[in-house]
Each structure stands twice: as structure tokens, then as C-alpha cells.
């Protein structure tokens, strides 16, 4: 057994030659493996190297929980904009002019970290400047970045540690192209394209005729001259209560009025604009003179009663309206 006291004394020389490597020969190393596989997988020993004081290098390391035991799903989410952050990062720095780490630890490959860090949230993700060198940080303390608006995009992570990387390379992000989006997009617009030309002459006649777009207007102005836009900005009730028990139409007053009102009036408008339409267009159009004559009558009498009706319903909201007409006084 002479040789177990020269064992253990081998390892703890190995050990101390570790914990000696100059923060140039981690910062090689750390870099090394990001070229092979980025951002780098940690555990607890080697988190531990790559944050160990002194460094002249920055190490942005995320504390995540991916295991489905712990039910992250925001680690999850934002695992893949890391991974594409670190993979533009690095293939834009490969000779490591930044001097930056890009490194994940896992809470099942990190329990003591996470239990030194007193973490209890996940995923954090630790920025830990450098503590020599011409791009030294006045406090060696790590610059925490918390997810407290969800998840984050890989853009939103690079901004942020460019701006505590002054006077470095920033490597932008570098997002693949999303085959998928583009051909769905060319179908679709292939077949949208294909479908207006195919429709074309059968659409084109609708927009060219002229009573279509008479129809058009003549809605829009009724509906905007009843006073719809009035009821969308002050969001008033479609009826109310007239405090006997029945239901009110009508509000007292010019600068008020019910979701109902409005239809009602547009209604009359409507009525009104076509009994006027059909007397000026098409009662002169009728070559009988009796069916002339009975048109008349009847378009005029719908015209004067629906008047009447117009102005009663002003007496309503306004009892000092000085004009009315039969039947509805």
C-alpha cells in the first residue's frame, strides 16, 4: 500500500497544476470547444474554472433547467435562440477577438451551483466580466440578466451583451433561412395571383358598375350620417330604461342617443333616399299615366309620412322643436 500516499499526492499536484492554468490557457481551451460545439456544455468543476478569478475574458453562461421534470418551459423556449446566438457569435469570432465564452449549465449537471447561487427560478443567464486586462470591469460580481418579459429573442441577448462588451467585435445574429416560410408564401402567392386573373373578367364588370358603387355610398353615408361613428367613440347603450318599466328608444337631447336610435333613423334615411331616388329616377320611366300617377301618390305618401315620423321623433329628443306634421304631431 506504500503506493497510495504517492497516488493521492499526484492527484492534488494535478489538481493544483489545474487550478494554475494561466487565464490565457482557459480562455484557449473554453474557445477550443466552442469551435467544435457551441455554446459550451458545462458542469459544476469546469464552471467553476471558466469563472475563476483572474480572466481577461467574459463568460456569458445561461443556468437552465431542460429536463421535462422540472417543467421550464421557458427555459425550453429560449434554449434555441441561445444556441443560435452562440452559433452566430462564434462563427463570426473565430479567432476569438471578442474574448467571449458562450456556456450553458443544466441544473441536472449543476445541482451544487444552483444550490451555491441560492437560484430557485430558471433559466438566469450570468455575465462575468473581465478582471485583468485592457477591457477589466471596476466589480468582478457577474451582470445578471432576468427573464422577467418571457421569453427573449437571440437579437434582444446580443444587444444586450453588446452593450457591455464596448470596443469589441459583436458578430451580428445570423437567422436561417426558413424554407418552409418562403415556399408557403410563393404558393400562396402564386395561387392568389393565378386566382385574380383567372377572376378577373367576371369581377372586373362588379367594380366598373355604376349602381354598385351608388350602393356603396349611399350605405356608407347613411350609416355615418346616423351617427354610428358617435355610438364607436362614446360607446353608448343600445337601449335604456324610460323608469316606468318599458324600454326607451330615443334619448332626451341632441348630444345623446341609443345603439337603437341609430338604426331607427338610418332606417328613415333610407326610406327617404329611396322614395326620392324612385320619384326623381323611375316614376318618370313609367309610360302608363295611371300607373305613373299611382306611383306618385304612393312614393310621395311614404315620403310625407316618413317625414313626419322624422320630425316627431325630433319633438321627442327636443320638446322646443317648432315644427311637426300629420299624422305624427
Not at 481577461?56 to 429536463?67: E, G, H, K, N
Not at 451544487?112 to 477589466?136: D, K, N, R, Y
Not at 320611366?285 to 312614393?299: M, T
Request: charged residues 15%.
Amino acid at each position: 500500500m506504500r503506493w497510495l500516499p504517492a497516488f493521492v499526492s499526484a492527484l492534488c499536484a494535478t489538481g493544483t497544476l489545474a487550478a494554475k492554468k494561466s487565464t490565457e490557457q482557459r480562455f484557449n481551451e473554453f474557445h477550443t470547444k466552442s469551435l467544435a460545439s457551441t455554446p459550451v456544455k458545462l458542469l459544476d468543476a469546469n464552471y467553476r474554472e471558466l469563472t475563476s478569478t483572474p480572466r481577461d475574458y467574459t463568460a456569458a453562461i445561461l443556468l437552465t433547467a431542460l429536463d421535462a421534470r422540472f417543467g421550464c418551459q421557458l427555459c425550453r423556449e429560449f434554449q434555441p435562440e441561445w444556441d443560435l446566438l452562440s452559433k452566430s457569435w462564434i462563427k463570426g469570432d473565430k479567432a476569438g477577438e471578442s474574448r467571449l465564452v458562450l456556456a450553458t449549465l443544466d441544473f441536472s449537471d449543476g445541482r451544487e451551483i444552483f444550490m451555491s447561487l441560492g437560484l430557485q427560478t430558471a433559466p438566469v443567464l450570468f455575465l462575468f466580466p473581465p478582471t485583468t486586462g485592457p477591457h477589466a470591469a471596476a466589480s468582478p460580481e457577474p451582470i445578471r440578466y432576468d427573464f422577467v418579459n418571457g421569453p427573449q429573442s437571440a437579437e434582444q441577448i446580443h444587444a444586450w451583451l453588446s452593450r457591455h462588451l464596448p470596443d469589441r467585435p459583436h458578430p451580428p445574429v445570423k437567422r436561417p433561412i426558413n424554407w418552409i416560410k418562403w415556399i408557403f408564401t410563393t404558393v400562396m402567392l402564386s395561387g392568389t395571383v393565378t386566382a385574380a386573373v383567372v377572376a378577373w373578367p367576371y369581377v372586373l364588370p362588379i367594380i366598373q358598375n355604376r349602381n354598385v358603387w351608388a350602393a356603396i355610398s349611399l350605405i356608407s353615408i347613411l350609416l355615418f350620417t346616423s351617427g354610428h361613428m358617435f355610438n364607436r367613440i362614446r360607446g353608448v347603450p343600445y337601449v335604456s330604461g324610460d323608469g316606468r318599466g318599458g324600454i326607451s328608444y330615443f334619448a332626451s337631447g341632441f348630444q345623446n342617443q341609443y345603439g337603437m336610435e341609430t338604426q331607427i333613423v338610418a332606417a328613415m334615411y333610407g326610406v327617404l333616399s329611396f322614395a326620392a331616388i324612385a320619384l326623381t329616377i323611375k316614376v318618370p320611366r313609367i309610360a302608363d299615366p295611371k300607373a305613373q300617377s299611382v306611383a306618385v301618390l304612393a312614393w310621395g305618401g311614404a315620403l310625407f309620412l316618413m317625414y313626419s315620423f322624422l320630425l316627431s321623433i325630433f319633438r321627442v329628443k327636443n320638446a322646443g322643436y317648432p315644427f311637426a306634421l300629420p299624422p305624427f304631431m
